[in-house]
T-cell receptor, first 116, second 112 residues
Framework: GAVVSQHPSRVICKSGTSVKIECRSL??????MFWYRQFPKQSLMLMAT?????????EQGVEKDKFLINHASLTLSTLTVTSAHPEDSSFYIC????????????FGSGTQLSVL | GENVEQHPSTLSVQEGDSAVIKCTYS??????FPWYKQELGKRPQLIID?????GEKKDQRIAVTLNKTAKHFSLHITETQPEDSAVYFC???????????FGTGTRLKVLA
């Protein structure tokens, strides 16, 4: 149980375009999902907390107009990187708390974004 | 603010030896502390976790200890094997904001 699916796994796009990343909880409901960003050989940096039916909460320094988050249902959260620039190239990974006590954090498989 | 520090950043051990990774957290109200193993290009996998009402937890070769007073928790891997080589992350669940904040990671290399 507690499977989180993330798509696409890899995307290459041109500067200025927008990219949408989907994160789905397959066998449980997730009122909250977390979006992290990971640069090579670095840690998981929390970007924002996605809340079903309400606005996302962004971490300090993360532009909410650039990284649009939508959590329209209990099983789906999306992250859209708008007007992508090469410096947005990174590994983006979503996660959702689940399990018996709803504490264990389960991760999607991640999306490697490369902006040319 | 919410912060988790992790040491060491890299660790090399001989196969069969033990490895210890240490973390400290900033918020005394944190109540849940998971450890993740991440292989290159893959998602982090939960390997063990501990709640604040427990001082130690063990699962075969892996154990975690928690010192609430000092706000420290540690991962212990015994009888290390080459397949244990990966990056390990600690994390703390901050109850006030509901966030999970991760440590900076430890790159473990087990030498055969």
């Amino acid at each position: 149980g507690a499977v989180v699916s993330q798509h696409p796994s890899r995307v290459i796009c041109k500067s200025g375009t927008s990219v949408k990343i989907e994160c789905r909880s397959l066998d449980f409901q997730a009122t909250t999902m977390f979006w992290y960003r990971q640069f090579p050989k670095q840690s998981l940096m929390l970007m924002a907390t996605s809340n079903e039916g309400s606005k996302a909460t962004y971490e300090q320094g993360v532009e909410k107009d650039k990284f649009l988050i939508n959590h329209a249902s209990l099983t789906l959260s999306t992250l859209t990187v708008t007007s992508a620039h090469p410096e947005d190239s990174s590994f983006y990974i979503c996660s959702a708390p689940g399990g018996e006590t709803n504490e264990k954090l389960f991760f999607g498989s991640g999306t490697q974004l490369s902006v040319l | 603010g919410e912060n988790v520090e992790q040491h060491p950043s890299t660790l090399s051990v001989q196969e069969g030896d033990s490895a210890v990774i240490k973390c400290t957290y900033s918020d005394s109200a944190s109540n849940y502390f998971p450890w993740y193993k991440q292989e290159l290009g893959k998602r982090p996998q939960l390997i063990i976790d501990i709640r604040s009402n427990v001082g130690e937890k063990k699962d075969q070769r892996i154990a975690v200890t928690l010192n609430k007073t000092a706000k420290h928790f540690s991962l212990h891997i015994t009888e290390t094997q080459p397949e244990d080589s990966a990056v390990y992350f600690c994390a703390a669940h901050f109850t006030g904001t509901y966030k999970y904040i991760f440590g900076t990671g430890t790159r473990l290399k087990v030498l055969a």
